[in-house]
């Protein structure tokens, strides 16, 4: 994908199996929101190949459309709605889509307890608070009990109990319904919370794609050990800490202070990557 002159996804390549959960991390300008706005059919790609649910985003139809939710930043508009009018009428543009095996829209006593908003059923949109307004924007992305889930940024400017709730909601969303969710953060901590999969993005690239366990697993290998000698500071990645630190004591069995011992965290390894290529723009190895 160009922007004119300016390629700001390079070769971008994945799949989401359907029910994963999958988090498209990456730090600002990585191009998170160009690829999922690709997804959604609002932005049309200068190259290459993309499939939704079987289907190009671009020419799908509106069954197709009725099958994706789509959860965009927050909801301004109808402010004198009711929250359950507002839902309600957007609900009724599901009706036609529904089969035996997929009722849509859902029922809108079940979509605000599911989202927490039953107590707001009858208050107007602009009398919400924010945390709230965000959980209504995740209703209506979801009122049509959508296959496959887009969420942009979902939690940008909530406070930790909203974030814990809204984490919440979205699991629950995966578990009882099996809906596929496509969401992105640029939290480390958010993707290792929700997703079963974290592809990591930067400067357009997936750098690294596996579960939160199996790339940490595949940098557990990795440890940094710190230490001083004669004054001097010293520090060495490697992966067996164990015996890299048997083998400096037996070298220098006086001299060594300040020894330190520490596992790579994801988090570090995250950093590390942002930060490498931070540097170049050179195409680099994937992780996994
Ligand atoms: P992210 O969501 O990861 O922050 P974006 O997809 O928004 O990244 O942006 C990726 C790159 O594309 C950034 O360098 C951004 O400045 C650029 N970009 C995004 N939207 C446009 C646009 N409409 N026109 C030109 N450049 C854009």
Redesign the pocket.
């Known amino acids: 994908m160009s ?2 002159p ?1 390629e ?2 390079k070769g971008l390549d994945f799949e989401v199996r359907r029910g994963e959960v999958v988090a498209l991390l ?12 690709i997804l959604e059919g609002f932005r049309k790609p200068s190259d290459g190949e993309v499939r939704v649910l079987g289907e190009s985003p671009l020419t799908a139809d509106e069954a197709w459309r009725s099958r994706v939710g789509v959860v965009l930043q927050s909801w301004r508009d109808h402010g004198r709605w009711q929250v359950r009018e507002l839902l309600e009428q957007f609900g009724s543009y599901y009706a036609p889509y529904a089969t035996p095996d997929h009722p849509r829209p859902y029922d809108t006593d079940e979509l605000l307890d599911r989202v927490g908003l039953t107590a707001q059923a009858s208050a107007k949109v602009k009398s919400l608070s924010g945390g709230q307004r965000r959980r209504l924007d995740v209703a209506i992305g979801i009122v049509g009990r959508p296959e496959m889930l887009f969420l ?2 979902p939690t940008v400017g909530f406070d930790p109990v909203a974030r814990r709730d809204f984490h919440a909601l979205v699991r629950r969303l995966s578990d009882l319904e099996d809906t596929t969710i496509l969401l ?1 953060t ?1 939290d480390l901590n958010e993707a290792e919370k929700l997703a079963d999969r974290i592809l990591i ?1 930067n400067h ?1 690239r997936i750098v690294a794609d596996g579960s939160a366990a199996s790339l940490a697993e595949q940098i557990s290998g990795t440890t940094e050990v710190r230490w001083t000698h004669h004054g001097e500071a010293h520090v060495h990645t490697t992966a067996d800490g164990t015996d890299f630190v048997r083998d400096l004591l037996a070298r220098h069995p006086d001299g060594i202070t300040d020894l330190e011992v520490r596992r790579s965290t994801l988090e570090d390894t995250y950093l590390a990557m942002v930060a490498r290529h931070e540097q170049s723009d050179e195409p680099r190895e994937v992780v996994a």
Do not use: F, S
């Open positions: 922007y004119g300016r700001v996804l990456g730090p600002n300008g990585a191009g998170k929101t160009t690829t999922i706005e942009d940024e992105t640029h993005l357009g």
